[in-house]
C-alpha cells in the first residue's frame, strides 16, 4: 500500500472519529445559528470524507472533453 493512500486512510478516521466524538452535543443545540454552524461543519465533513475515498478508490474524473482534444490531429502548413 503505497503512503498517499495510507495517508488518506489515516485522515478518513480522523475526521470520522471527530464526528462521532462531536455527534452528542449535537442534540443539545437550540438556536438556529447553531444548526446552521452544525450543518456546515457537516457538508466539510461529507467534502473531506469523498475527496479520500476518491483518493483509496483511485477515482481519476478526467472530462471526455480534455481527452477529446488530445487525441485531435493537428493540420501542418505546407
Known sequence: MNQEKQYALLRLLLASFLIYMAY???KLQTTSTAHLFWFSWFGFFLL???SNLAIV?????QSHHST????????MKN
Open 68 to 75: 477529446a482534444e488530445l487525441n485531435v490531429p493537428t493540420k
Open 24 to 26: 452528542p452535543s449535537l
Open 48 to 50: 473531506v470524507i469523498g
Open 57 to 61: 478508490l483511485k477515482i481519476n474524473h
